[in-house]
DNA sequence: CAGGCCAACTAGGTCAACTATGTTGGTCGC
DNA sequence: GCGACCAACATAGTTGACCTAGTTGGCCTG
């Protein structure tokens, strides 16, 4: 990262991994480099690389799994954050099989427990 | 923070800031408590209070000043593209926040309840 | 009184270190 | 061969420090 623009070295590194899944050059699915490397990749420390990461983390466009590697997300959507109106529906039906899923399984929990409880 | 969900403070305070910002606690052109008060505020460091602040000014719910403090937006205050669309948006991520916070609580409640079966 | 300087605040960015947790592969003893 | 163990590596979260830069208000000098 030598870019000398005013911009903040943890969102040029966002940009740039965002425009590499977006061209291609990081296909669906695939591992990122990982953290140690990508810091040295873009002459950074590895807390901006952590943050870059983060970011795009936060907005779906990757998926981070402990241990294992850092991947681009495969599936619907991808597109940055605030995404089209398709992006909202589908994130509006994976929202309410959620809820559902979490709402079938509070009952059971709160049968078994008010089952043990009342003796 | 003394909330002990699996949710990592940074995202429990985005969340809380978010909330009050919807809730109308804090209105559109108010400016929120210092990082230094948020940090004492939410019984955390400076650090992840200001990846909580960082979240949402990514998310454009937040705009900072430099110099002065952090503003919610205010409605037409730069352009921020979708307009109406940014509140849907927000309402999305607030929702699936949600969800995944129960989902976790949840998955704890469930492990806990099967371990204590198991013996 | 006017102007300028300075100290005390503010947010923002970067870095280094530590902890926690998960995955993987190899080695060692049986 | 197989299981237990362990070391190396990965992401993730947190903390504390240091630096930049903008704003504000008060104090001091001319």
Request: cysteine-free; glycine content about 10%.
């Amino acid at each position: 990262m030598v870019k000398k623009s005013g911009r903040p070295a943890y969102l040029q590194i966002a940009d740039d991994l965002r425009e590499q899944v977006r061209g291609g050059s990081l296909a669906p699915g695939a591992p990122l480099p990982s953290t140690a490397q990508l810091a040295e990749q873009y002459d950074a420390s590895l807390s901006v690389v952590k943050m870059a990461v983060g970011i795009l983390r936060n907005e779906g466009l990757l998926i981070g799994q402990q241990g294992k590697g850092v991947f681009v997300r495969d599936e619907e959507s991808s597109e940055s954050g605030q995404g089209t109106a398709v992006d909202l529906v589908n994130e509006v039906i994976e929202l309410r099989t959620a809820v559902r899923d979490l709402s079938e399984r509070l009952a059971q929990v709160e049968s078994t427990l008010s089952e043990r409880s009342d003796r």
